[in-house]
T-cell receptor, first 114, second 114 residues
Framework: DTGVSQDPRHKITKRGQNVTFRCDPI?????LYWYRQTLGQGPEFLTY????????KSRLLSDRFSAERPKGSFSTLEIQRTEQGDSAMYLC????????????FGDGTRLSIL | AQSVTQPDIHITVSEGASLELRCNYS??????LFWYVQSPGQGLQLLLK??????LVQGIKGFEAEFKRSQSSFNLRKPSVHWSDAAEYFC????????????FGPGTSLSVIP
């Protein structure tokens, strides 16, 4: 059973650089979510895809953030011109297409901005 | 707006003792409620969920939770804690009307004394 996979597990970069994270959901899941989690806090919703369509974006997702899911399978989250405040754990989750299905989370990508 | 509070930031219990983690939510309609557990450096694992029906919900690892509409609560319980239960626990509320967007509480950190 392959769960949600995220790559890389840890990314260290200098302020101002661009970074891209990848998420591979559970294969039969058509819904995919991105969350951000800072130390000592619960995950905060960033954005949501149903198949390849991005249906909702949080106000937390500034113009420097962009997410794609081009073929309705894996998704990428890009952060441009990273800032210190972007340091966090970025979590991906997926769920099946029916209502009432819980989200299954990956282990996350921890971003550290130097 | 939806919100979740977890009044206890940190709880310490002895191994074998009973456990109750508190969760209160704010939501205008019948909520979908979840408890997730997160071990250090890992993603979130679903312990149990409530959508409708029986207000006492059984989950994995011997956990249960009770939905009390009158108190807007969804407390998590376990009769006998094991050292491996030490982790961060998150209560969450979902909304069917918002593409299954889930709002997480701030979490309760559980320490277990051998």
């Amino acid at each position: 059973d392959t769960g949600v996979s995220q790559d890389p597990r840890h990314k260290i970069t200098k302020r101002g650089q661009n970074v891209t994270f990848r998420c591979d959901p559970i294969s039969e899941h058509n819904r995919l979510y991105w969350y951000r989690q800072t130390l000592g806090q619960g995950p905060e919703f960033l954005t949501y895809f149903q198949n390849e369509a991005q249906l909702e974006k949080s106000r937390l997702l500034s113009d420097r953030f962009s997410a794609e899911r081009p073929k309705g399978s894996f998704s990428t989250l890009e952060i441009q011109r990273t800032e210190q405040g972007d340091s966090a754990m970025y979590l991906c989750a997926s769920s099946a297409g029916q209502d009432n299905q819980p989200q299954h989370f990956g282990d996350g990508t921890r971003l550290s901005i130097l | 707006a939806q919100s979740v509070t977890q009044p206890d930031i940190h709880i310490t219990v002895s191994e074998g003792a009973s456990l109750e983690l508190r969760c209160n939510y704010s939501y205008g309609a019948t909520p979908y409620l979840f408890w997730y557990v997160q071990s250090p450096g890992q993603g979130l694992q679903l312990l149990l969920k409530y959508f409708s029906g029986d207000t006492l919900v059984q989950g994995i690892k011997g956990f249960e939770a009770e939905f009390k509409r009158s108190q807007s609560s969804f407390n998590l319980r376990k009769p006998s804690v094991h050292w491996s239960d030490a982790a961060e626990y998150f209560c969450a509320v979902g909304s069917k009307t918002s593409y299954d967007k889930v709002i997480f509480g701030p979490g309760t950190s559980l320490s277990v004394i051998p």
